[in-house]
């Protein structure tokens, strides 16, 4: 059975995906990024985050599908294009933002940030526990908040081109944004530069708000891990980039499936042709 390796965001750990991996029924990793949980210390690179996220592809059997949210969406796309034999699927979630649209205001607030990190800890951890109150919360501040590193995430972000890299990874690719979240600002242009891809929105979420509902989130990954894995997924991949195109993302077959496509009502939208 594919594994699912799971990538975090700025500032976070890997402990954010705590109750997403407690209700999936297949074999999940996380992985700690450069300067984040375990490898707080550690410079932060975009060399040294893909690296990162391949060491724990290899780990788990040396093929995964990998989902990761904000920064782990960012580095996602940046570890299937340089190891599209390792990614076996992907799905990059609030990251379709170019890094030009914001990356003044994110190097502004990354160099505030730095400037105390242990005040911007605690500020950090009291925004995400009134954003996610409960489990989801307590997850994402778990394994502890590492604001001194976010300047070094933020410019290798913004000095990597997730249109190129999207372009070069002939594997499937869903981009999954709350309609809410402004880092959905590009994502038509993401979803064009994918061989293989598809957009799903979820209405009424904003940037974390996926991780608000870990079940619902569990069952999405889940069902589109299910369609790289399962029976026929090798003759889809054989068809070659941009193969079945028209379908829409999530479960296939029946006509209860429509709803097993849309989290939460979220529409599944084909690459424009």
């Known amino acids: 059975m594919l594994p699912i390796v799971f990538v975090h965001g700025i ?36 060399d040294a985050a893909v690296s990162a996220v391949a060491g724990a592809i290899d780990g788990a059997g040396g093929r995964a599908f990998v989902a990761g949210l904000s920064l782990g969406g960012y580095v996602g796309i940046a570890a299937a294009e340089r190891f599209p034999g390792k990614v076996a699927g992907l799905v990059a ?9 914001y990356a003044g205001i994110y190097r502004f607030i990354a160099s505030l940030a730095a400037r105390n990190p242990p005040l911007a800890d605690r500020l950090s951890s009291y925004g995400l526990r009134r954003a996610l109150p409960g489990p ?10 590492s604001c001194e590193v976010m300047p070094q ?9 997730q249109l190129a890299a999207l372009a070069a ?7 999954v944004n709350g ?24 209405p009424g979420r904003g940037h974390l708000g996926m991780l608000a509902a870990p079940g619902v989130l ?12 399962g029976p026929g997924a090798g003759s889809a991949a054989r068809r070659g980039p941009g193969a079945g195109a028209g379908a ?21 939208t084909p690459r424009p042709r």
């Open 218 to 229: 569990a069952r999405l990954v889940g069902d589109l891990c299910d369609q790289v894995d």
């Open 11 to 46: 500032r976070v750990s890997a402990t954010m995906w705590g109750p997403v991996m407690s209700r999936l029924d297949r074999p999940s990793i996380a992985v700690d990024l450069p300067g984040h949980g375990a490898g707080r210390g550690e410079p932060f690179t975009m």
């Open 153 to 161: 995430a933020v410019e290798a972000v913004a000095g990597h081109g």
């Open 93 to 101: 979630m609030g990251c379709t933002a170019l890094p030009d649209r």
């Open 136 to 145: 989801a919360g307590e997850a994402m501040v778990a394994g502890g908040l």
């Open 179 to 202: 309609a809410r979240d402004p880092f959905r600002a590009d994502e038509r242009a993401f979803l064009r530069a994918c061989r293989d891809g598809r957009l799903i929105l979820a």
């Open 248 to 268: 829409p993302a999530g479960r296939t077959g029946g006509a209860a499936g429509d709803q097993a496509e849309r989290p939460e009502s979220a529409v599944a």
């Open 169 to 175: 990874y002939p594997g499937r690719v869903w981009l």
